[in-house]
Every structure is written in C-alpha cells, then in structure tokens.
C-alpha cells in the first residue's frame, strides 16, 4: 500500500519542485499568490469513506485469516496425531501421512501468498480510489479558494509550513461532506 503512495508522492513532489522553480521568481514580485499544503495520509486515515475502505480491507483479512488459521490448526493436529501413532503404523503409512502433511503444508502456503497478494493489491486499489475523489476535492477547493500550488505534505519535501498553509483539516471536512459519486 505504501509503495504506490509513495509513487504518487514521489511525482507530485517532483512535478510541484519544477513548478515551483520555474515560477518562483514571478511568485516573489506577486503577493496575491496563495501556496498550501495537504497531508494525503492523513485525509484518508481519518476521512469517513477511507476508515470504512480500512474496516472493509479489515474484515475481509480477519474472515481469510480465520481459514487460515483453522487450516494451521488441522495440521498441527494430524502432525500430533502421527506423532501419536508412529510406533503403531507400518513405514508405507507413516510416508503417506507424512506426505499429506507436506502438502497440506504447502497448499497453506500457497493460499497465505495468494492472500496477502489479493490484501495488498486490494488496499491497493482502494488507495487509488480515495485518491481520484480526493485529488478532484483539492482541485475544487485550490480553485474556489484562489490558491496557486497546493502541494502534499507527506513525504514531498515539505520540511515546514505555516500552519495557515496547512489544508488538511478543510480538505478532510471537505472530503468528508462533499455528496459522494458512489
């Protein structure tokens, strides 16, 4: 999930750093030009439609993790109960069950790299999502409120900003009233 965030921040922060060179000198003669930030991360951790993707992700995992964890227990069992019974079984049965063992234990592996495969891409594709609303929401906003550049805060550079350039709480509030596409 953070390898594709940070992607994104990696190109806004790039594309705000040519930007803002190029127009930094015109910026300086213009006191009318308004600059703001937005920490990404945290409009979508506290954002109503992004803990409800969270909680959504969350329960999806828990319920698969559950499976998982019934399919661990199935095999410490048979792996006890062939400890059990080893002296009383023949060589060729002993071999059958421990095979089957094996491949319990490599199906269990398949199915947890399958799972934590189709959980990252899904967190993912949740990301993206909240982000296309929420990228429309700061356009709006940037827009109807005059500003020049507003940029992310995250992990794009920004090592201070004024509070009053700090956007986040009117984009979050925003994001959060605005009447969702969906």
Known sequence: MMGMVYSWRWRLFWGAAVAVSIASVSWAADPSVRLGFVDLQTV???SKEGQAAMNTVKAE???????ISAKEADIKQMDADLQKQASALSEAARKDKEEEIRRKLRDLKR?????NRDLAKREGEMVNDLLKDLT????DYGKEKGFSLIIEKGQSGVI????SADLT???L???NTRRSKK
């Open 44 to 46: 979508i951790t506290q």
């Open 61 to 67: 995992a828990t319920e698969k993790q559950k499976e």
């Open 111 to 115: 199915v947890t790299e399958d799972f």
């Open 136 to 139: 429309t929401v700061i356009r």
């Open 160 to 163: 201070y900003g004024n509070d």
């Open 169 to 171: 709480k009117e984009i």
């Open 173 to 175: 509030e925003r994001y």
